[in-house]
């Protein structure tokens, strides 16, 4: 990886969707042609496991970079966060073109939460994250790319500036040169390679507050806690395919399932449904969530051969009077307009 450059790293959607392949690649054509810029590109960031070469080769990033993905931004910066991928979060003026609206301009920003925020030591480099569905055509992410550049570039001025400040007398030392370590190869054959679907919560700790509701509604392993008493996912392929009933017991909105089809769970902005204006509640009324949350843990209790302990078990009960939030209707539109079969 060379220095000074940006390393800008285009993550896949899975299938072989001609539409989204069309926009990969023509980003990409430009990308290659644009100066300062290192690009690869990985699939399905999600997908990815510890030993995948896509992953591998995140980790050996050692400064600032772009993850072009087909989520939300939320959900790939703390997924990236999740598998040991750390920086600062860049912001991006980049959004969908609903949010752009004139109505939306008086709207408050979304509501924050008192998270625990990361562990341990965030090195100094900004990844920025964008959402490959938020516009169709290719140029509107390669002069956002092209800003975060110059802004890039400013970040690394600052930082060698800072360096140099505090830099300590050089010393010299005398003895046998370390070997260093051979830097792996990266082939497009080796980071491409398919990776096999995965399905795993991902958490979000800058909302996250160690409450544990999680953790006592999961029935089947998947949260665990660090040696500092704080929540993770520990075992993230023991979670069920296609459900995400712990995302909707969170108080905090911090559980996401990046690849759900409801916007909410799925990482988008707290407070913000995609600039959906209408009460989506009076069109199809809204269940209980922790009511879908215990039906669908009882789902997969049963399809395991076990018995169901429908809101017996691991439900919060402060939650049971919460009003019901955004995420419950966009869930209910989703899944009547799934009925519908249109
Ligand atoms: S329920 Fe949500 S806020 Fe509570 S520990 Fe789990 S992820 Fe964190
Ligand atoms: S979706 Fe279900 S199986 Fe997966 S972590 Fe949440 S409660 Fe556990």
Request: charged share 25%; net charge negative.
């Amino acid at each position: 990886m060379s220095k000074g450059k940006l390393t800008v790293v285009i993550s896949q959607a899975p299938g072989k969707n001609p539409a989204k392949r069309a926009l990969e690649e023509n980003l990409a054509a430009s990308l290659l042609m644009e100066p300062g810029i290192e690009l690869s590109i990985i699939p399905h960031l999600y997908d990815l496991g510890p030993d995948h070469t896509g992953r591998l080769f995140l980790e050996s990033i050692p400064g600032d970079m772009v993850v072009l993905a087909w989520l939300f931004p939320r959900a790939a910066f703390w997924l990236l966060d999740r598998d040991g991928i750390r920086g600062t979060e860049g912001q991006s003026p980049l959004h969908p073109k609903a949010e752009k609206d004139d109505e939306d301009a008086d709207e408050p920003p979304p509501e924050k939460a008192p998270g625990i925020g990361p562990v341990g030591e965030i090195p100094d480099r900004t990844i920025w994250c964008l959402d490959l569905r938020d516009h169709a055509g290719h140029q509107i992410y390669l002069e956002e790319i092209r800003r975060i550049g110059a802004e890039a570039a400013l970040l690394r001025e600052g930082r060698q500036a800072a360096k140099q400040a505090t830099k300590p007398p050089a010393v010299i030392t005398l003895g046998l040169p370390t070997q260093k370590k051979p830097a792996p190869e990266f082939t497009p054959e080796t980071l491409l390679a398919p990776p096999s679907r995965r399905w795993y919560p991902v958490i979000d700790y800058s909302r996250c507050t160690n409450c544990m509701e999680c953790l006592d509604f999961c029935l089947f392993g998947v949260y665990g806690v660090d040696g500092l008493d704080r929540i993770l996912v520990e075992n993230q392929d023991s979670c069920k395919k296609g459900c995400p009933a712990c995302s909707r017991v969170c108080p905090e909105q911090a559980i996401i399932f990046p690849d759900y089809k409801s916007a909410a769970i799925a990482g988008a902005p707290v407070g913000n449904i995609g600039g959906l204006k209408i009460d989506l509640s009076k069109l199809f009324g809204g269940e209980d969530p922790m009511v879908v949350a215990a039906q669908e843990r009882d789902r997969e209790l049963v399809r395991d051969g076990r018995d169901a302990v429908g809101l017996a078990v691991g439900i919060p009960k402060r939650q049971t009077d919460k009003p019901k939030g955004p995420r419950d209707e966009l869930d209910s539109l989703v899944d009547a307009l799934d009925s519908l079969d249109i």
